[in-house]
């Protein structure tokens, strides 16, 4: 059992406030370059918006939310200015149902949205199913960024030019795609200036204008006798900036100012200040109220699984993923604090109302045979098992409530490698491998969870330090073949 020190503690003390009632907390925080969004601002500032965005549905519980935030930040730095990066938490109260009627079903969900044809267009939304690295959601965000560039040739120059007295903009590139950042100042300026893009190749157009550097901007400005050639960084602000004294830029739709409180209207007559005054004297408590002391939130134990329940819930080929916490009978302050990590995060998913796996304290002592069976040692080991699908898997990793919780999440997504119980272990002999008892087999625990599909993993031999007679320890040796299912599952 790994030492608790005032790291830990902290670090599951953060956890824990996270779970109680009324103490949540957004993944991002207010400086972070992700748009925070709202069920009430969404419209205004994604599905009206001039410019492409990606908006990750998320809940701050969710492990895989937490590892994507780093990516999705970064992916937010690089497109800021031609691209919307946003973030909503479905987990608050007043987002629940937005969420819930953009198709979301898990955490974190990712959505592409555009600009739909022409004005008021309705926006196309789809679901961004790559790779959750910041590379790849840049390229696939700016995949979907219209694409409003005129790519024009020695041969079309002079009708692009005749086309109407709008200012026109010709960007000179060696370049044979348009790139996001000249897509994005399209978007800004669609309406206002023409923007088009030019190859090096094409030789009459560059002569024309004595192109001898790539990439170069030539504004063409009816106002101006002469083109005007861009010299600065070919960066968003500075090229906006360059090409506004043209034409100004469509500006995105505003975030709206709330409504500001009504001012108190004066009395009209002294009759009326009485009767105000009088009102509010009689609103007014005669003495200052005592604030009430929170309740206290009582986290409930994790129910005790008897050696014949073990198998009548959760080691029979009927039963689901069952969360398993093998511990001595006789409780230690090691075993209470492995317990107590346990039965928190039960609480705060069961406080949540989410139908996830049932968590149980087993007796190791009695249960010993299990553990035997499946080459495992220590005093107090945390187990997850399916006999349905017939796989289990141990956690190995520092004892605190975010290791343990990010584990669960793991295994509620499908991910992670998973071992195969011994032949014969479940059905049949189910009851043998467990207790002494010949009584048959129960029918499995209905506790609703998700389909598990396992992933397939390369044979493994990993040798870990055995038992000692000191503390507890939820180390083991592992001698065990990973199952060998295809895993189907997408990432939520």
Known sequence: MPNVNAANLAVAATALLAALPGAH????????????LSAKNYDQLIAQS??????????????????????????????????????????????????????????PTLKTVRPGKGKGGKPIVEDYNGQRTAKAIVDAVSDKINNHVTRITDKDFLKFLAKDDKPKAVLFTEKGTTSSLLKSIAIDFLDVIHIAQARNKETEINEKFNVQKY?????????????????????????????????????????????????DKKPSSSKEAKKSSSTEAAAEPSEAPVAEKPAEVVVPALPVLETIDLTSKCLNTKSKTCILAFVPSAHSGATDEVLDVMSKIAHKFSSQNKN????????????????????????????????????????????????????????????????????????????????????????????????????????????????????PSLAGTIHAQPTAEESAHDEL
């Open 356 to 471: 996830l796996f049932p968590f149980y304290e087993v007796d190791i002592n009695a249960n010993s045979e299990v553990l035997t069976t499946l080459g495992l040692q220590g005093n107090v080991l945390i187990l997850a098992v399916n006999g349905k699908r017939n796989w289990w898997r141990q956690y190995e990793g520092e004892l605190n409530i975010p290791s343990v919780e990010a584990w669960v999440d793991a295994i509620r997504l499908n991910e992670g490698q998973r071992y195969k119980f011994p032949e014969g272990f479940i059905g049949a002999d189910a009851a043998a491998a467990g207790s002494s008892s010949s009584t048959p087999t129960k029918a499995a625990s209905e506790t609703p969870t998700e389909t598990v599909v396992i992933h397939v993993e390369e044979n493994v031999d990993v040798q870990i330090e055995p038992e000692t007679e000191q503390e």
């Open 215 to 263: 990439p170069t901007l030539v504004l063409l400005n009816p106002e101006s006798s002469e083109p005007l050639v861009y010299d600065g960084e070919m960066k968003k602000a500075p090229l906006v900036k360059f090409l506004s004294q043209a034409g100004q830029p469509n500006p995105d739709p505003p975030i709206k100012a709330g409504k500001k409180a009504p001012k």
């Open 50 to 107: 001039n410019h492409t965005s990606i908006v990750e549905f998320y809940a701050p519980w969710c492990g895989h939310c937490k590892n994507l935030q780093p990516a999705y930040e970064k992916a937010a730095k690089h497109l800021e200015g031609i691209a919307k990066v946003a973030a909503i938490d479905c987990d608050a109260d007043e987002n629940k149902s937005f969420c819930g009627s953009m198709g979301v079903q898990g955490f």
């Open 25 to 36: 907390a957004g993944l991002y925080a207010k400086n972070s370059p992700v748009v925070q």
